[in-house]
C-alpha cells in the first residue's frame, strides 16, 4: 500500500481523465473488470456543470508514436453524474477520483461543493485546460489565475484537490506553483499537447473539432521534462503522465519526481496495461534493491 | 456474454489472398463472437515502432466467419499503414486480438436481403453462413470482385461491368425491394449504407447497418468512434457497430 494525499492506493498506477471508461468497460467486459481493474484509482472522464455531445467526428488521429485527438469532453453534465453515475462507480473495488472542468470559477465551485457531499468521491481532480472566455487563454495557462481559482474553491472542500496542468503554456513549473499557492493538494501532468492533422485528400483540417491534443510514446520524453520541473519546484506530489507504456517509462516519471503515474493511451491498446505496468514499475524497484 | 478482459496472443494459421483482399485465420480459445461483432487487431511484432512510427493502435476488424473449432476469420485489405502491416503476416506469426466488442447483427432469415460494398461484405458473410439470405454485393471492378467468391448466393454489381452488373449494387437492391423482403442487412462504404438506408424508410423495410469508424480501443474508452444519432453522438464500438437505419441521423 502506498499513501497519497491521505488516501490509501494499491499501487502507484492510475487512469489519466478521460483515456478509461469504467462503466463502458464492465459493460463489455462484465464482473472481470471489478475483480481485476487495473488501476489503483479510477479517474473519471471530465464532467461539466451542463452536459456536452462532445465534438463533431471525426474526433481521432494516429499520428507517428501517438494518438491526437478532439473528444470535446463529452459527458452527461453534473446532474446525471451525481444521481447515476456516481452509485454505479461506487461498485469499483479502488478510490474515485472525479475531474471536473467549468468556464467560469463560479462554475467550478459549484462543481466542487456538489462532490465535496458524496463520501464516495475520494479527490477532486481540476480540469484547466479551459479557456478563459475574456483572454481566450487555458485558465491553467496563467499562474496567478491559477492560484486565485484555487483559493477560491479550496475554502470550499476538505477534499484532496489535485490540478491538472495543461502543458500548452510557457512555464509549466510557475503554474504549478500557482496552484500550490491557492491551496492544490496536488498537480497531474502533462494533459495533450495542442496539435492538428491534415485531411489526406488536401480539404483542410482533419479532426471535426478543428486541432486536438497528441497523446501517446510521442510525448513521453516533453511529459518527463515538465514533471521534472515542476517536481522541483513545488513541495506537494506530482501524479506524472504522458505517453507511458511500460514499466521503465513509468520508473523514470518517478525518478523525474512523480509519486503517481497514470496511464492514458497506453490502456486503449491493452485495457490491463494499468495493472501490468504497475507489476513492471514494483519489479523495477527490487532489481535496484539488489 | 461478455468480452474477455485481456489483450492475447494468437496464432496465424492461414493467410489466403482473394484478388485485393487478404483472408487471416486465427482462432479464440476464450471467446466465440456473434455475427457482427468485431475485434481489436495489431501483429506482435513490427506494431508500434519502425518507419513512421505506425501502425501505433490496433485495428477493428469485423469478423468474416467462425468455425465450431474456435477458427476466426477475418478479411482485410491494404488501405493504411495497419491493414498493410496485417496484410503482411505470414501463417505461424502471432496477431495480439482484443475483443469480440460491439453488439452485432439480430438473427435474419431466408427472406434477408444482404447488401455489401467492398471490404463491407465481411460481416455478411457469417449471416449468410448462419440463416442463409440473398446477397447482394457490390465492387469496383473485376478484381474486387473477387470476394464475392465467399458467398454461396450472391448477385454481384460492379462500377466498370467487368463482373455483373454495371452500377451500384444500390440498383439490384431496388429490383429485390419488389419482391418484399423481410428486413435488409448491410455493410459498406458511407454511400452505400445512406442508400439504404433511404430505401428501407421508402419501402417501410427495417434495415440493420454495420458501421466503420477509425477507433483507438474498442471497449468505450476513447469516445473517438461516434456517429450522429436521433439520441445524439453514440459510440459505434459500444452501442454499435451494428445500427437500426432509422436511429441513424
Known amino acids: ?290 | 456474454m461478455s468480452a474477455p478482459l485481456a489483450r492475447r496472443s494468437a496464432p496465424l494459421l492461414e493467410r489466403r489472398v482473394l484478388g485485393p483482399y487478404v483472408v487471416l485465420s486465427t482462432i479464440d480459445r476464450l471467446a466465440r463472437p456473434r455475427p457482427g461483432q468485431f475485434y481489436m487487431l495489431a501483429t506482435a511484432e513490427r506494431w508500434g515502432g519502425g518507419e513512421g512510427e505506425r501502425p501505433f493502435l490496433a485495428r477493428a476488424v469485423s469478423v468474416m466467419r467462425t468455425h465450431e473449432d474456435g477458427v476466426i476469420e477475418f478479411l482485410l485489405e491494404d488501405v493504411g499503414p495497419g491493414t498493410k502491416r496485417l496484410c503482411e503476416l505470414e501463417a505461424g506469426q502471432e496477431l495480439t486480438i482484443l475483443g469480440p466488442f460491439g453488439n452485432g447483427f439480430s438473427a435474419s432469415g431466408s427472406e434477408t436481403l444482404l447488401v455489401g460494398g467492398g471490404i463491407g461484405i465481411a460481416p455478411l458473410l457469417e449471416l449468410q453462413d448462419t440463416w442463409g439470405g440473398l446477397a447482394l454485393l457490390g465492387f469496383r471492378d473485376a478484381e474486387h470482385a473477387e470476394g464475392a467468391r465467399l458467398f454461396t448466393d450472391a448477385v454481384v454489381a460492379t462500377d466498370d461491368g467487368s463482373v455483373g452488373h454495371r452500377g451500384l449494387v444500390t440498383d439490384l437492391l431496388d429490383r429485390e425491394l419488389e419482391r418484399a423482403p423481410t428486413s435488409i442487412r448491410a455493410c459498406g462504404p458511407p454511400a452505400l449504407l445512406h442508400a439504404v438506408k433511404d430505401r428501407a424508410r421508402r419501402h417501410g423495410v427495417p434495415a440493420e447497418l454495420a458501421l466503420e469508424a477509425p477507433m483507438a480501443c474498442g471497449f468505450g474508452a476513447c469516445y473517438g468512434c461516434v456517429v450522429a444519432t436521433v439520441d445524439g453522438y453514440k459510440r459505434v464500438c459500444l452501442d454499435g457497430p451494428v445500427f437500426e437505419a432509422a436511429v441513424l441521423a
Open chain 1, 1 to 290: 500500500m502506498i499513501e497519497f494525499c491521505g488516501i490509501e492506493l494499491r499501487h502507484r498506477v492510475i487512469n489519466a481523465s478521460g483515456c478509461f471508461d469504467a462503466l463502458a468497460a464492465a459493460r463489455v467486459f462484465g464482473e472481470a473488470l471489478f475483480e481485476e481493474f487495473p488501476f489503483a484509482a479510477y479517474v473519471s472522464k471530465t464532467i461539466t456543470l451542463h452536459a456536452r455531445e462532445g465534438n463533431p467526428p471525426p474526433r481521432l488521429w494516429e499520428s507517428e508514436a501517438g494518438l491526437i485527438n478532439s473528444i470535446g469532453l463529452p459527458n452527461r453534465g453534473l446532474g446525471a453524474y451525481l444521481e447515476s453515475d456516481i452509485p454505479a462507480l461506487a461498485r469499483l473495488p479502488v478510490p474515485l477520483f472525479t475531474n471536473v472542468m467549468g468556464s467560469t470559477a463560479e462554475e467550478v465551485g459549484e462543481l466542487v461543493e456538489s462532490l465535496e457531499e458524496r463520501p464516495e468521491v475520494a479527490a477532486i481532480e481540476l480540469n484547466v485546460s479551459c479557456p478563459n472566455v475574456a483572454t481566450g487563454l487555458d485558465i491553467g495557462a496563467d499562474p496567478r489565475g491559477l492560484e486565485a481559482l484555487l483559493a477560491r474553491v479550496r475554502a470550499l472542500t476538505a477534499k484532496p484537490l489535485i490540478v491538472k496542468l495543461t502543458p500548452n503554456t510557457a512555464d509549466v513549473a510557475a503554474c504549478a506553483a500557482g496552484a500550490e499557492a491557492g491551496g492544490a493538494d496536488a498537480v497531474s501532468l502533462i494533459n495533450t499537447l495542442r496539435a492538428a492533422a491534415l485531411a489526406p485528400d488536401g480539404s483542410g483540417l482533419w479532426l471535426g473539432g478543428g486541432s486536438g491534443g497528441l497523446s501517446g510514446p510521442a510525448i513521453r520524453t516533453i511529459a518527463l521534462a515538465q514533471v521534472w520541473r515542476v517536481a522541483a519546484r513545488v513541495a506537494i506530489p506530482v501524479i506524472g503522465m504522458g505517453g507511458v507504456c511500460c514499466g521503465r517509462d513509468a520508473r523514470e516519471l518517478i525518478d523525474a519526481g512523480a509519486a503517481l503515474v497514470a496511464i492514458g493511451t497506453e490502456s486503449f491498446r491493452d485495457p490491463l496495461a494499468g495493472a501490468r505496468i504497475a507489476r513492471e514499475l514494483e519489479g523495477s524497484f527490487t532489481q535496484i534493491a539488489r
